[in-house]
């Protein structure tokens, strides 16, 4: 069997504790209640992959990420967060998120100007599409009050694209927050938007692979510290 390698044997550089965030941008998501929660993948515009993406955001075996928050771009209108610290009994199938995702719409009027509505802990709805929750999550100079808020003063902005740089070539970034797409490409503007934002554009493997399954495998590369500690 191989030696182990340095970083595990060493430990002392092994990051621990940061915070991580992942947004998803849901271009056909819905943005009022009216949806069926049997009809994730159709009538309610590929919720099914969302509520995947909290799944492998937040969850462990038998646990939950208290370090991680997922940020839901529901068509540009709103933005829904669950976050790993505070949000309760949540429970990781399809059915129960997509379930809190309707409840936070079905708050919406609560939420007004930047003030999120909280239908449940740990779970808000910002009034908020791609360009402002993006500048809250990780818009360095350009940050505004929302979903960031409470989060690290300078986190790293990564957008999880086919093209980018292979994960291994990047250093283990200190607060990242991951930016992905639905089953869409992301549009000319939001492309536009992270060429401005976004610190590293980075791919996690050869294939185009779903956006749960590439979170699976960010979370993978900073729970090894880049691969080096397992
Ligand atoms: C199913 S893919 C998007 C589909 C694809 N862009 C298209 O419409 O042709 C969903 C998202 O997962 C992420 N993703 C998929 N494969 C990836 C890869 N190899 N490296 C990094 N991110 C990936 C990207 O954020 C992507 O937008």
Do not use: W
Request: aromatic fraction near 6%; glycine fraction near 10%.
């Amino acid at each position: 069997m191989s030696e182990a390698p340095d970083a595990e044997k060493a430990g002392s550089d092994v990051k621990k504790g940061g915070s991580v965030a992942f947004v998803i941008v849901g271009h056909d998501a819905p943005t009022t209640p009216e949806f069926s929660l049997s009809d994730l993948p159709g009538g309610a515009g590929r919720l099914d992959l969302l509520a995947r993406c909290v799944n492998a955001g937040l969850f462990l075996s038998h646990g939950i990420r208290e370090n991680v928050r997922v940020h839901l771009v529901l068509d540009d209108t709103y933005t829904v967060s669950f976050d790993g610290a505070s949000v309760r009994n949540l429970s990781p199938d399809e059915r129960n998120v997509a379930a809190r995702v309707r409840g936070a719409l079905e708050a919406s009027d609560g939420a007004i100007g930047h003030q999120p509505a909280e239908p449940s802990p740990g779970v808000r709805l910002y009034r908020m599409g791609f360009e402002e929750t993006l500048e809250s999550v990780a818009g360095g100079g350009r940050r505004v009050s929302g979903p960031g808020e409470g989060g690290p003063p300078d986190p790293t902005a990564v957008q999880l694209h086919e093209d980018g740089t292979p994960l291994p070539e990047l250093d283990v970034p200190d607060d990242p927050v991951f930016v992905l797409s639905d089953h869409h490409d992301f549009s000319d503007e939001e492309s536009a938007l992270l060429s401005e934002i976004a610190d590293e554009h980075v791919r996690v493997g050869p294939e185009r692979i779903h956006a749960d399954h590439a979170i699976t495998i960010a979370h993978n590369y900073l729970d090894t510290d880049g691969y080096r500690r397992y």
